[in-house]
């Protein structure tokens, strides 16, 4: 007779299948809510059960060994049809209820999904919201996350997906930087002026900023004394009088009410099309994904 799973050996593999796509126990404890020594702890324990090194450890990487790379591959099932178990569930209940996983871009969180969470949570308020915000792309099915908000054009045949409104990019500086160094009427007058630009933390690459001139769109790489890796940190510079700086429509939009910024080059703004909400297959019929965009739709 097959000797019985137990709870504590299910719970390593769990934490294992986690730690295996996310790369390190910090990352695994997070997606799972416990702590990274809960993880190191389950995961040793399944190692001394199994007999085998499941992960080289380093103090900067941890890497599956052979034997952890042909177990990981059947872990990752196991945690797959556990998650499959809990959205069949969430579906029989009909109604919006349940922790809601959602992840988004700093951008997109701060400035539309959070200031719309509780208008959300009071049309339902079973569902308990876990937002989490980061200019990485996440691995959606691998850390259990049930919708992004991303601006990117996102190609995963694991995910389902629906594009949102155009949002538009544009130049824009403070009243008393264009009162000091004057207002340019082209993109080419750019080089004049003192630009501030972001950096991708996903990839190292300066942002390259598109205009439309006539019929055709262009891309410039200006040469900017100050680089930021936030597209937050650009507008709090550039309202501070470092520049001219690009950014979306929908964040700069507060700060041109209250006056602190004003648009430059408007004439040659871009609108784009590549705000996309995608979710897992398995989360097609989840009511409480449903529901939030449903609210996704309104808001954009």
């Known amino acids: 007779m097959k000797e019985q799973i137990g709870l504590e050996r299910l719970t ?6 986690r730690a295996g796509s ?4 910090t990352a695994a404890a997070r997606s799972l809510s416990v702590s990274p020594s809960a993880i190191s702890k389950s995961i040793q324990r399944l190692e001394a059960h199994l007999g085998v090194t499941l992960f080289t450890r380093t103090t900067r990487s941890l890497t599956l060994t052979a034997e952890g790379r042909e177990i990981h591959g059947r872990a990752l ?15 029989a209940r009909g109604e919006p209820a349940g922790t809601l996983r959602i992840a988004a871009s ?14 959300f949570r009071k049309l339902h308020p079973k569902v308990t919201i876990d937002l989490r915000l980061s200019d990485h792309l996440v691995d959606l099915v691998g850390e259990g996350i049930d919708l992004a908000i991303r601006i990117a054009d996102l190609a995963d045949s694991r995910l389902l997906s629906r594009r949102l409104s155009p949002h538009r990019l ?13 207002n340019p009427k082209h993109p080419d007058e750019l080089e004049a002026h003192d630009t501030v630009n972001l950096r991708y933390q996903s990839t190292g690459q300066t ?13 410039i790489v200006p040469s900017s004394s100050i680089i930021v890796d936030a597209s937050e940190a650009v507008l709090a510079t550039i309202a501070a009088g470092g520049g001219i700086g690009m950014g979306a429509g929908f964040m700069a939009g507060p700060l041109v009410k209250r006056g602190q910024l004003v648009p430059v080059l408007s004439d ?33």
Request: aromatic share 12%.
């Open 12 to 17: 390593g593999l769990i934490a294992f299948a």
């Open 22 to 25: 996310l790369g390190s126990y």
């Open 77 to 91: 099932r196991l945690l797959r049809d556990a998650e499959d178990i809990e959205q069949v569930a969430k579906r």
């Open 106 to 119: 700093l951008a997109i969180g701060l400035h539309i999904i959070a200031p719309a969470l509780p208008q």
């Open 170 to 182: 544009c130049c824009y500086a403070s009243p008393e930087y264009l009162a000091a160094r004057g």
């Open 207 to 219: 942002f390259r900023w598109p205009f439309r001139i006539g019929d055709r769109d262009i891309e």
């Open 268 to 300: 040659f703004a871009v609108e784009r099309n590549n705000i996309t909400a995608v979710w897992p297959e398995s989360r097609r019929t989840n009511p409480a994904v449903r529901a939030f965009l449903t609210e996704l739709m309104k808001l954009f």
